[in-house]
């Protein structure tokens, strides 16, 4: 078994279901790429673009980045079309309030240019493997933050208790970025007049206990080839799980 490295991802999909982190990280049983999933790469791709030059033909960008993302290979539901999702993608773009949101996003520079899309490295002691990851943008003020689709609006509670952002925050510590231990969620509700959210919160130093212990066990679990069933996650179903006709299913 041979593991390059970890993210926030796989530390996450080990902690709801070891058996389907082996399923994808050693077995290599392939994984289904949802509407759901395309449709957030595409506008995350074309907001990232919009921010780096405001001027550029936002709907030209939207159509480049969805033809990208929206490849044969999208599981889609019976009564979806690619089509239907493009035209969501121009809706929210269309609207004021939303173009507004984005303008005023600006990054940070360096001397590689605007500080987006950044791949972050954190070392945890006594994990051999780095955890790696991809912080979608840092403001001027030095703040990381990324960019979310979501159906329905974010609680705080939902932007307080993430811990991958604690994850980027760490690594930028490590890597010597001067943090503010703030991070900032762009949310763009997909509801019928399209909404953004800023939520903001920040962490403690204190937490990297926390953080690396979990990913310490992680690891751990791993290293000893510990990959357990948890048909208690809400992972495991039909409609969330890429390898349940495998698993589960097999006895249903």
Not at 57 to 78: H, Q, V
Not at 114 to 126: D, N, S, T
Not at 144 to 162: H, V
Not at 211 to 216: A, C, D, G, S, Y
């Amino acid at each position: 078994m041979y593991i390059e490295h970890l993210s926030y991802s796989s530390i996450s999909l080990y902690f709801d279901c070891p058996e389907s982190w082996r399923r994808k990280y050693i077995a290599g049983e392939p994984t289904k790429k949802t509407s759901a999933l395309a449709f957030g790469s595409a506008f995350h791709g074309t907001v990232e673009r919009i921010i780096q030059n405001t001027q550029y033909d936002w709907e030209g960008i939207w159509k480049e980045e969805f033809n990208k993302a929206f490849t044969e290979d999208i599981s889609l539901e019976p009564d979806e079309t690619p089509q239907q999702y493009y035209n969501k993608g121009v809706r929210i773009l269309s609207n004021n309030k939303v173009k507004s949101a984005i303008t005023a996003i600006k990054p940070r520079y360096d001397n590689t240019g605007a500080m987006i899309e950044r791949k972050v490295e954190l070392r945890v002691p006594g994990v051999p493997v780095p955890v790696i990851g991809f912080i979608d943008i840092i403001l001027e003020d030095g703040t990381p933050a990324d960019f979310k689709t979501s159906a329905k609006s974010w609680t705080q509670d939902q932007a307080n208790n993430s811990l991958q952002t604690l994850l980027y925050l760490a690594a930028l510590n490590q890597a010597g970025f001067e943090v503010n231990w703030r991070f900032k969620h762009f949310v763009f509700v997909k509801t019928k007049t399209p909404q953004v959210q800023v939520l903001e919160h920040s962490h403690r130093p204190g937490e990297l206990f926390f953080l690396f212990e979990m990913v310490k066990r992680v690891w751990e679990g791993i290293s000893k080839e510990y990959f357990p069933l948890n048909p208690s996650s809400w992972r495991c179903s039909e409609k969330y799980c890429d390898f349940y006709a495998n698993c589960r299913g097999r006895y249903v």
